[in-house]
């Protein structure tokens, strides 16, 4: 039941990335409400999936990196369905839904089998520093996409759903909002895991591949927010900021584990 429910979340974000760019193309008012429709059917079969997943394990499901995968696709499209109430765009539906469709094909290569958790992985600060991943990750995911659309509203393509767009200062806001959400949960993701670390390997920080790119990751968008604060960066350079940031969430999560193998390689 759990395979079928991913498959139709699948199914859904396709269709919503197909009907998104045939949005684009041409837009109507009943095409973006099937977008939309998409996308929520998409979060409630995801969400749905990883409840019976939860219930069939006896755990939540927090065990290894195709779980968490799933988790980091339900966690970027939480936070666009949040920002649907001030940014109704079917250019972000089409990035937010590429986006999780790429991450949901990457976990089918993952194996997918509901084992118990490891020893490693019977601890409370585990719940802790996943949940806060999730977050920090999703809206991490989210101000990915919103680079993104800055960058082409900037260069001034003629769309309808482009010339629609909220103004770059707002883009910009919007921007700087997610990330701002981000930031203190992944600061809470570095503080949570030095604690899980010191209980199951006896030191706080350990140098580990995942550690240092995650550390990097929170000094990349630590310094997006000073530079914001202190030096009033706005606009593009911000934009490049946030896209360096969530390439950097890509590396820690999936290139590690595939080529820096480390104390973190089985999550």
């Known amino acids: 039941m759990e395979a079928n429910f991913n498959l139709l979340a699948y199914i859904f974000l396709l269709a919503a990335v197909i009907l998104s760019l045939i949005s684009l193309w041409r837009p109507g008012r009943l095409i973006s409400y099937m977008v939309q429709a998409s996308l929520i059917l998409s979060f409630a079969y995801l969400t749905l999936a990883l409840v019976l997943r939860s219930i069939a394990a006896g755990r939540l499901p927090f065990a290894n990196l195709y779980e968490f995968t799933l988790l980091f696709a339900w966690g970027i499209l939480l936070f666009y369905l949040i920002s649907r109430r001030v940014i109704k765009s079917d250019l972000l539906a089409a990035l937010v839904a590429i986006l999780v469709v790429i991450i949901l094909s990457y976990s089918n290569t993952l194996s997918s089998g509901p084992g118990p958790l490891m020893p490693a992985l019977q601890s409370v600060w585990l719940q802790f520093h996943v949940i806060t991943a999730i977050i920090a990750y999703g809206a991490f995911g989210l101000s990915f996409c919103l680079a993104i659309i800055y960058i082409i509203k900037e260069k001034g393509y003629d769309s309808p759903d482009v010339n629609n767009l909220p103004s770059l200062a707002k883009l910009d806001n919007l921007l700087h909002w997610s990330v701002a959400i981000g930031f203190?949960?992944?600061?809470?993701?570095?503080?949570?895991?030095?604690?899980?670390?010191?209980?199951?390997?006896?030191?706080?920080?350990?140098?580990?591949?995942?550690?240092?790119?995650?550390?990097?990751?929170?000094?990349?968008?630590?310094?997006?927010?000073?530079?914001?604060?202190?030096?009033?960066?706005?606009?593009?350079?911000?934009?490049?900021?946030?896209?360096?940031?969530?390439?950097?969430?890509?590396?820690?999560?999936?290139?590690?584990?595939?080529?820096?193998?480390?104390?973190?390689?089985?999550?």
């Open 184 to 267: 203190p949960f992944m600061t809470l993701v570095l503080i949570t895991g030095a604690v899980w670390a010191e209980e199951v390997w006896g030191r706080w920080w350990g140098w580990d591949p995942k550690e240092t790119w995650a550390l990097i990751t929170w000094l990349i968008y630590a310094a997006y927010l000073h530079a914001r604060k202190t030096y009033g960066w706005r606009g593009k350079r911000s934009a490049i900021m946030a896209i360096v940031g969530f390439l950097a969430v890509l590396f820690t999560l999936f290139g590690v584990s595939l080529l820096l193998p480390g104390a973190h390689s089985y999550v």
